[in-house]
Structure formats: structure tokens, C-alpha cells
């Protein structure tokens, strides 16, 4: 088959409504060959159909089964549900039935078409399900699949007459075009990726912000003085424009635009943005200014009463909803008068794309996608457009530098629904079962947040001990599992009612809901609609939605046994209005999250009378900066505060654009008073009701930004702020910090970050972790050491939970660089998998087992720190490489002014080549007079962007022409061990040329200790031993590299061997220099393999002797190399050496090979290969 018959092939099948002949050919091309089999073609129905499926499947076929080249089998069935509406919304009941499928038939994966009776398969579903089984960690911490089963996923392309195949076509086309070769079931499962729709989407979303913003840069409305204010303003309405569009393709999905005056809402057109464009050509007006401004503006934002709320728009004779909540509100924009004339061809084109599709236009992209307004939960997957891609692509929009200011990285949904299924079972359990049930609310001496004073003392809390009412194992199965029970659970539950009647005798059904759940349902489900939830840094919406989805899934769960039969719609607008809370700094993080908010709200309205308006988030989802307080007193300002409440409650629902604005201005007027006309943003004040009823948040969730505090600059207001106002500080320590304080001050429970790890070792994070301990806060954290979660950020993270309790802290190491779908929430989800914390405090949160603890104390035990014997640094700060390296000595500039560059590239283990970089070493002239002149003539040219430097503009009184940190210019004449500040592996060289300086992407250990010889040093720090320990020093940054800096390197404990061991270990590493540019591989491999046994022998004495291979005493007398032989004599005394230590009946080669026989050694290594 060739590509043109694959896309017609495509086209005639995905395009169309089901017909089970044609879909069957599809099969047979996508597959090759189809076996079959005992059932081919046998139909299901009636009593074949297992009880709890009748009311949901009509009817449905075995087409036969494929078996892949590696003998994998796959089940092709086709199913018949009853209606369209469940074939939309009974995804877990459709995913419970495939299952059941696949057991009976015993497979453990199968393509499943899914069509609608009533539609005569107009839209259906095409399919991929797979059961997959639990992991668990063995004793050597190693992945193994578990025999017990996990709920099942599933994979689904949307596709049918009124659906586009463009995704389809693209991603299952390369195994449609293999007619030679049968695909295998992971190319199968590939083709169902949704990451590939995501990236590919991104891709397009972005050229699309940019062409527009490159086009609105230069319009005369967008024209400011300030050029960076010009920028944001653009980015703000170019990113506000294409959200506002991909809303409404969202809402096109549902039918809700375009339907005639006399119709239903649910009867709109699937297309009304393309036929509002066509029509605006064929009328000849600008689509942007005469149709779309309107539909924002006018149409969806302002409310038009009808008979029977018509919404009838007379401009474009259909209905069109009045939606509320802001989104379409014009704000400062003055549409009407802005003649902002945004060309037709932005929209539609004629251009031609890299892959051959017609037209670049923002309606040309849209329209190629699937879009679904159902947030993807981790079990059934839709390979189309959600809300939640939308989050992705705002937080991948970021430009480096904005990334580098808001520190913004989408968490992924498996992170955030493991983080949010976690936060609630141990909310539960605390409120259900009343162990430590929350904060009290903070003395004078606590204050941080809402005062100008140091906070001081510990945080209390109100401990109170009752009976297990709900065991946290049953909590866990309600969080994690109980929306899959329901369907199950009300059969079973008419089923056992019908038996108590005496209608029947027995019934085989079983209730999965847990027993103590349902007996105390109207309590959890209280304590579920009572929750209050922030997330101080919320980004786009991700732990928000994330929550609310699992809140309502638990409270329907819960339905059956509460009476509460409240539709999801009611139950999303509660959740959103009583328990959910955001802040972020970026307005359009702000955007982003509210209208994930509002879509999830659309998805469950099912009313097609009437369509409710959306609420108003400006007081629920808030623009601020939740690190900066306001000093105010809560009791002082209560008559304010309970005024403000009251308000807000108002302002939430209504729909009169009059009320809102008096009521909005009321509110900020109030907030004024109480602020003293502060504009800062301040928690007791702008969500005053969560402390009047509980003082404090149910739970603080989220994903802290992730940069450094010196990006506000030394003497800047924001870190002079965080001095004062927070007891975690210290210099040059990472937002997030002061994100973890802020939490605990504002929570009555719970705290769950995800954040980069380095706080768990890190010397600039000791006064957090002693902030942690001291509190009794922390409960669980998990290390992700080689996963990168954020591919964008290139930073290993962790999970962290705190909430007081008396539970021991219990930690996970996951050190795998990839897991397949699901695995990771598996892992995080067994109890077993994790490890009680020990020794915990201030200087470090070692994440280590029994077994290598006590590996580390004993390499540590009696030892001495590198950092007590040695002078250690960085290199140098320029500020500005790009003025001060070059690749070539510029002419004219003195030799005493220029150092070869050490750098990462150059640095081998105990030696190193040359770099072809050079350094002008200007660290630090104090008289810019006493340059050189053709350096000043330099230095001038680049006078501007010297200054510019970011560490030049906050240090004022520094010389602009030197580098930002003169460092160590006393000691550059002293013998270095320099290593790179990134490696997998412990890598140090030896430098006694004086001629190298290194910049700070180097160490450097300067030789300042005249009793340890310099070389046997170099030993150590390039030995097994301490590469091992430095494994739980060093910050991971995925791809198993560890940074090597100063304050991590610093920490190695030296052993102090006598004299002579020093020198002959001395010898041995001259001999491994010697060899390292010989071409001698072998021989030098094996001698650094006797200087890691002799390193062995330091550090664990006793289990070697016991095992019987040491080495000192049989190395024998070594010939020194001395500086003037000539090297065929060095080279022979080598060659020597090495024959005598290499012998097959040599004790030293014999116990060499046997090392690995020590148990401590083997566990050093095993370490080491992970």
C-alpha cells in the first residue's frame, strides 16, 4: 500500500459513519494478517453480556485475534453501546467492559471499535485497551512485574463523519504503509500516543503566537513607550486571542454555537467558526474586526433575554450563549474603536505546511484536530485536543528567559493525579478518623506572612485521638478506585436488596466500595464538600482541575449510599465555589486557569434548554504574589472582611454586568481600606473566609517555581523582603524555598509540592530542612534521581508531602531515567515500595537504604571532611563569556593577561588535554588605567553589555570591566585537582602547570595541605569508594549526571593513610598520567583497578582482611618516576610494574579479580552501575 491509498484508506474509514464490513478491511491492511480463531465473527448479546454491561452494550463481536512477530496476542472486537450519550460519557463503564472482555478471552490487549445504536454510528470511537499488572521493587531495588492485575487503559481516537482523521492518518499511516512487515504491539500502542498529538500541536500553536504577535508588534494600537511594557502587551492579546478561539472550538464540539432560534442548544454547527469566516469572505469584511469582536464581545458576553432563553444573536441570526465569568469581557480593549485589522490570512490560507497540508491559518490548524472538552483522567486517554493540552502549551510557550524569571513547568497529569489522590486520602484520614486535624492558628511570635517580623517558636497543633472509623486502606480504595466500582455497586446493591426481599435466593454480584465507606458515606462526603484547597503558584490550572475531578469522582462514588444525587455539573460549580483557591503572578497563567476551570464545567452541562452562565473566578483564581504579606489584624478588620465575604459570594454568580462591576468595585475598595491602599496580595485578606472557618487550607498543592532568589538582585526590595519576613532564608537559595514556609503558614493540614530535589542536600537549604524537622512536617518524599518530569527544565525533582502526624518520614528513590504509561503511579501507589527515613536533620535528607547507610558510615566514620583540608572554589564569574573567552589569541593583547580555559570537555579522570580556549584574566584591575591599551580598546567596545551584566547593575560598586566574582586569585599559583561541574561519575585531574584558570562550570581543589600528599588525594577523589558516596552528596540532574560543586565536593571524607601508603598510591597515579595519552589502554585500566582496591582497603579495612584480599602488603617495592627521565625509561619501569602486578599467580592479580567476592565492594559496584 502507498501513502495516497493509506489516506484515502483513512479517509473512507474514519470519516464516515461505522460500518463493520469496511472497518474490518481497515484491519486486515493496518494488521496483515488476522487469525481467525474459535470466536471470529461470532456475535454477543442479550445473556451473553455480563449483568452489570446490559443497560450500557447492546450487542457486540469477535472479529478474530492478531498475533504479533514476538507472539503477543491482540483481540479485534467490535462493540454496540445503546446511545451516543453513553458512548460519550460511560468511558469507565466502557473500559470495565473491555476488561471483562479480555479476561474472559484471556488477553491482555485488544482494538476495539465503539459506536452508538441511536446515531447509527455517526461519531464513533477506535480504541486501543491494555491491562497491565503492578510493579514492585525487589530487595535490590530493581522494577518487577507483579502478578496482580491493575485497572486497564485505554487509548481512543475520536473519529466518524463529523470528526477530522488528520491525526489518525498521520500517526497510524507508517504501519499502514509495512506490508511486509506484521507490526509489533508497542508500534501498535505508539500510534496511539497522545504526547505526539501534544508536541505536534505545540509546534503549530506556536507558530501561530508568534506569526500573530510578529503582526501585532508593528500595529499602531500596540505602540508603547516602553518596548519591554509593548512586548508583554502584545503576548498578553496574541495569547488571549488564540485562547479565546480554542474555547470556542471547544464549545463548537458540543453543538452550542450557531443552532437556530427555534433549536436546541445542542444542534449548533461543528464548524461555526470556519462558516462564520467563510461567510465574512463571501460578505467581504475582515473576519477579526467585523465578526469576531462581535462573537467575543458582544454575542457571548452580554446576556440577551429571550422567551425561553433564546440567546437568539440577530448579527449572525442563531443562538450563541451568553457565557459570563470574563473571559469574553473586552476590559481595557476598546474593540469597537481600536481598528485593529487583523488580515484575513491569519486565519485562512492557501500556504502549504512541511507535511503537505493546505493552509497555516489559525482556522487552518484547528480545524485539522480533534478536539474534546473531557479532561483525560490517567486510565482512558483521547488522541485529540483536551483541556489539559492547553496547559502544556502555555507553560511550553515560555520564552528561556521568561522560564528563567516565573520558573514555570507543566506538571504531568500522572504527577498531578497521584499528588491529588494522595493529599485527599490523608485529608480523610486525618478528618474522618480525627488524627492531627490541622494547624492552630498562629501566635504573634509565628507570624511571617501577614507581619513585618522574623517568625520564631514552632508551629502547634491540635492533636486529638478517637477510634479508627474508616481505615486509610479503605480511603485509599474510595480515592484511587471507587469511580470504577460504581456501575458494579449498584447492580450488586439492587441484586443483594432483591435477596434481603426474598425476590431471590443468592447472588453472585459482590459491592466493591469498602464496607466502612459506605457505612459512614454522608460523613466523607461532607468532609469532601467542605474542603479547602489552594495552590499558591497555580500555573495553568493543573493541581485545580486535578483535584476537581477527583473530588467529584469520590462523591459520586459515594452517591449510591449518600442519597445525594446531584449531577456532576452541580457538583463541579460547588467544588469550584467552597473548596478550590489559586494565585500566580503571571495574568495569563491566570487565563489559562480559569478557563481550564469554565471547560470543566461546560463538559457536564447536559441541560439543552438552558445553559448556565459561568461563575466569576476573580476572587477564587487570583492574580498576586503569594510569597509577599500585608501586616493587618484580622480581628481589627472582621465587620471588613465579613463584608468583603459576603460580597464575593454575590459576585461569584451573577450575570448582570452592572451588578458585577458595582459589586468589583465595592470588594477592591474594601480590600483597600483593610490594606491601607496596599496592592500586594495577601492571603488572610483575599481568601479571608478559609480562616474564618478553619483557619487555614485542607490543603496547599502545587509546583513552585523554580529559580534562584539572586534573579531579583542583591540589594533589591523582593530579597531584602524574604530577609525579613522569612525564617528559611539564606543567600543565593531557591524560590521555591520560601514556597514551602508559605505553605505551612497558610495550611491547617496538608502541604504537597512537587520541586526540584536539590533542597533534600543542598548547604543553601539548611535552614529549610531544619525548618521541616523541627516542625515534625515531613511525611513522604519521593526522589526522582534520573526521571526527568520536566523535560523542559532539565532538573531532577521530588515529591513532597508534609502534615503533622506521628508517623515516621518514609521516602522513595526512583532511579530509573524512564517508566512506560502508568508504571510510575503504580510505584508511588504501593506502600511497600517505600523506606523509613533515619537520621534525618538540617545538613541533609539522606534517601538511602539500611544496607548502603551503613556502607556510608563506615566510609565516613572517623574521617575528615575535604573541605577542613583543602582550600576549594569555583571558577571564575565573568558574567560575560562570550567578551572574555576566545578561541584564538587576539592580536595585540599581552601574555600575561590570558589563561588557558579549563573547562568540562577538557577534564579526564587524573589528567587532561589541552583546551584551544584562552581566558582574558581581567579578575580584578582596580584602575582601569592600568590595562593594557589594546585591552582597553577592547573592553571599550563591549563597554554597553559589561554593564548590563545582571551581577554588575546589582553590585554597584564593582569595577564594570572586571569579572562579577574575583575568586581565589591568591591561590592560582598553588597545584589544583580540578573536575567539571557535570559528570557521571567521580572524574578529577591533576594541574601543576599553573597556566589553566576554569570558569563556573569548574572545581577546584587548591593544594594547601602540606601533610597529604597532592596525588594520593587524587586517588580518593577518583576511587570507587568516593564516587559511591558522592552518589548521595551530589544533586542528580537526570541522565544519571551529578553536579560536582564546590559545597557538595567539600563533603568527601579523606582518609589519612600513613606516608607510605600515600607514596606508593602516589606512584601508582603518576604511572596512570603517564599512560593516559599512550594509547596503553589495558595496562592503564588495570592499574587504576589497584588503586580503587588499595582505596578499598582504606576505607574498609576489616572486611577485606576478613575476606582475605589485601593488597598493601603484597604491592612490593614500586620504582618512582622521576620528572627527567626520558619517557622510554618511564614507560619501560611502567611496563615492568605491570607485568610483575599483572602475573596470573601474582596475589595482587588474583585478589584483584576476586574483589568482587567482598559483599561491600559488590554493593559499591552494583550502586554504581545503576
Known sequence: MNKQQGKELI???????????????????????????????????????????????????????????????????????????????????????????LKEFGKDQSLIAFYAKDDGGADWRFSFVKIEYKSYKDKSGKIKPGKELTPARRYSYLVGKREKSHTAGRQLMPILLMDSVNPRLEEIEQAFSVETVTDEFFEQYKALFRNLSDHLQTHPWFQRADEIETEEQVS???????????????????????????????????????DLFDHAVESGVNYYSDVLCYLFYEALACERKGPVDSGYYERFDCRVPFLNGGLFE?????????????????????????????????????????????????????????????????????????????????????????????????????RINAIPTGYEELGLSQISMFADSTPTGQIAMTIEHHGIRVPRKDIEKLIRKGYLFVQNDEVAMAALHRVEQGDQKTTKHTVELPNTVRIHARDIDAALADIKICDPAIGSGAFPVGMLHEIVAARQALAHHTGNTSSSYVLKRHAIAENLYGVDVDPSAIDIARLRLWLSLIVDEEDYGTIEPLPNLDYKIIQGDSLIGIDIDPLFNKKLLDAIEDKKKAFFDTTDHGIKERLGKEIDTLIHEITNGKKHFDFRVYFSEVWHLKDGFDVVIGNPPYFNIDIYGAGSPMQAYLKKNYSVYMDKSDILFYFFEKAVLISKGIVAFITSNAFLNAEKANKLRGYLINNNLVRRIINFENLMIFQEASITTAITLLYKSQQKARYLNLNASKYSDGELEKLMNIETNYIEASDWNADGFTLIDNHHKQIIDKIENGKSKLKQLYKIGSGMQTGCNDVFVFKKIPSGFPEYLLKKRMSGENINKYSFSENSEWILYVENVDLFEKLHESVRQYLLLNQDKLRKRADKKRRTTAKWWNFTFAMHKEYYGYDKIWCSYRANSNVFCFDDKGEHVGLTNTTVIFNTNNNILFKYLLALLNSEVLTFRYYFIGKKTGNNLLEYFENGVGRLPIALAERQVQEYISIFVDYVRFLSDKNKNNMMTYLIGVIDCLVYELYFPDELKAAGKELQPHIGNLAPLADDMPEEQKLAIIQREFNRLSDPSHLVRQRLDSLDEVNVVRTVRAALRR
Request: net charge neutral; charged share 30%.
Open 11 to 101: 479517509d473512507k474509514v474514519f470519516t464516515h459513519s461505522f460500518e463493520r464490513e469496511r472497518y474490518q478491511d481497515f484491519l486486515r491492511n493496518l494488521l496483515n494478517e488476522i487469525e481467525p480463531g474459535s470466536r471470529a465473527g461470532r456475535r454477543y448479546v442479550g445473556q451473553w453480556i455480563k449483568a452489570p454491561f446490559r443497560a450500557l452494550v447492546n450487542q457486540y463481536w469477535c472479529l478474530g485475534k492478531y498475533v504479533d512477530p514476538d507472539g503477543e496476542e491482540l483481540d479485534l472486537l467490535v462493540v454496540e453501546v445503546n446511545s451516543f450519550t453513553k458512548l460519550e460519557r460511560a468511558r469507565s463503564a466502557l473500559r470495565n467492559f473491555a476488561v471483562s472482555c
Open 236 to 274: 498578553r492579546f496574541a495569547k488571549k486571542l488564540l485562547g479565546q478561539i480554542v474555547f470556542l472550538y471547544f464549545l463548537q464540539k458540543k453543538g452550542w454555537l450557531g443552532a437556530p432560534e427555534s433549536g436546541k442548544w445542542k444542534d449548533g454547527s461543528k464548524r461555526f467558526l470556519r
Open 330 to 430: 473586552a476590559g481595557d480593549y476598546d474593540w469597537q474603536n481600536a481598528s485593529l485589522d487583523i488580515p484575513d490570512a491569519f486565519f485562512h490560507n492557501q500556504e502549504k505546511t512541511k507535511a503537505g497540508d493546505t493552509g497555516t491559518g489559525i482556522l487552518d490548524v484547528f480545524d485539522r484536530y480533534n478536539f474534546t472538552i473531557r479532561e483525560d483522567e490517567p486510565l482512558d486517554k483521547e488522541v485529540a485536543v483536551d483541556p489539559e493540552m492547553l496547559g502544556k502549551v502555555f507553560e511550553k510557550m515560555l520564552s528561556d528567559g521568561e522560564r528563567k524569571g516565573k520558573g514555570a513547568f507543566y506538571t504531568p497529569r500522572e504527577i498531578v493525579h497521584y499528588m491529588c489522590q494522595e493529599s485527599l486520602v490523608q485529608y480523610l484520614d486525618n
